[in-house]
């Protein structure tokens, strides 16, 4: 079992940035892909980012080139760095983890609101 834990979410003006962190613990020595999801208020949860164990990315296409996200195998450990803060940002930020057995685990989200 993998528990995630979410960090860094907050109140930030549009332009501005925040770094989201998610650590992970528990039984960590299968995960694989690990990613970031948000769910607006009316709106569906929609893709933010994801990164395998070797990696390798690949974003939303509404988050590319002003968000990016990296991963500290030591720290079991995956960050969300995110510029350009734009009011349509404002979501609730989930991370998630899938081992190599496909078996998915969810944090309990962090809320990021951007203020025009």
């Known amino acids: 079992q993998v528990q995630l834990v979410e960090s860094g979410g907050g109140l930030v003006q549009a332009g501005g940035s925040l770094k989201l962190s998610c650590a992970a613990s528990?039984?960590?020595?299968?995960?694989?892909?690990m990613g970031w999801y948000r769910q607006a208020p009316g709106k569906q949860r929609e893709l933010v980012a994801i990164?395998?164990?070797?990696?390798?990315?690949d974003y939303g296409p509404s988050v590319k080139g002003r968000f990016t996200i990296s991963r500290d195998n030591v720290k079991n450990t995956v960050y969300l760095q995110m510029n350009n803060l734009k009011p349509e940002d404002t979501a609730v930020y989930y991370c998630?983890?899938?081992?190599?057995?496909?078996?998915?685990?969810w944090g309990k989200g962090t809320l990021v609101t951007v203020s025009a």
């Open positions: 528990g039984i960590i020595f299968s995960i694989n892909v």
């Open positions: 998630n983890a899938v081992d190599r057995a496909s078996a998915t685990s």
């Open positions: 990164i395998n164990s070797g990696g390798r990315t």
